[in-house]
């Protein structure tokens, strides 16, 4: 019941973004969530299928992951061989040259993906073991590029621009909780946690144990230098604050 629930609000969030328009700095704006739809519906149908304990949110999809397989932090590896999903991807109706969507036949690896993935399947084991109560989101669907190719995120977007993503991309993270009931909000880096924030206070009927990790992207340097140690160490904080048992790892 819970994926049929969260199918539905991926697609009203699809096209709520579809009739969004961006201009400069933006010159290219892809959606997976329209020409990656399968390997999507394929993401929440396995493993959006029951009520989570943690909910995990990242910022936006990037060039090698989401944006070529429709599933958040997409890495290729990490989606075929640990989640067991493959799908047929088409293209958005522009592309820029340098960051062609391949889709399961991309030869790059995106390292967030890789990172976070590792760091959950070293905690746990198999995707199943993960995911019986645990599930990861992206705030918004949306990848911008810049004339250059250049990847743009939404804080660098035009304050008029960013209102018109937050309205939809709140209504759809509050339905997300609302949904999947879950009792600790992890943000996947500050930006995300801040999101999670505004979600919550709409949901006043609701107690949740909110917290942030560190972000997994190679442009942190912090994230270079102590990964995994200390992402695994703030969740296992995060989930003694809130009461939650540590992961058991299962092969």
């Given at each position: 019941m819970q994926a049929e629930q969260l199918i539905a609000a991926a697609r009203q969030l699809c096209d709520e973004m579809e009739s969004l328009t961006f201009s400069a700095p933006v010159a290219y704006t892809y959606n997976p969530l329209t020409y990656a739809w399968a390997g999507h519906e394929?993401?929440?149908?396995?493993?959006g299928n029951s009520a989570k304990d943690v909910l995990y949110l990242g910022m936006n999809p990037g060039p090698f992951g989401m944006a070529q397989t429709g599933v958040p932090f997409g890495e290729i590896a990490a989606?075929?061989?640990?989640?067991g999903i493959s799908a047929a991807v088409g293209q958005p109706p522009a592309m820029h040259p340098k960051r062609p969507v391949q889709g399961f036949s991309c030869p790059r690896s995106e390292v967030s993906g890789r990172r976070l993935w590792g760091l959950f399947e070293s905690m746990y084991?198999?995707?199943?073991?993960?995911?019986a109560r645990s599930y990861v989101a992206n705030y918004c669907p949306l990848i911008w590029m810049s004339e250059s190719g250049a990847n743009i995120t939404p804080t660098q977007l035009p304050k008029e621009q960013v209102a018109q993503i937050d309205a939809a991309c709140q209504r759809h993270l509050v339905r997300l909780i609302e949904v999947l009931q879950p009792r600790c909000l992890v943000g996947v880096g500050g930006y995300a946690l801040k999101q999670l924030q505004l979600a919550a206070a709409a949901l006043p009927g609701h107690s949740f144990t909110l917290g942030t990790m560190l972000h997994p992207s190679p442009a942190s340097p912090a994230s270079n230098k102590f990964w995994p140690e200390r992402p695994q160490q703030q969740l296992l904080d995060i989930f003694a604050?809130?009461?939650?048992?540590?992961?058991?790892?299962v092969d």
């Open positions: 394929q993401y929440i149908r396995r493993f989606v075929t061989l640990w989640m084991g198999t995707a199943e073991n993960f995911f604050q809130a009461g939650l048992p540590q992961p058991v790892r």
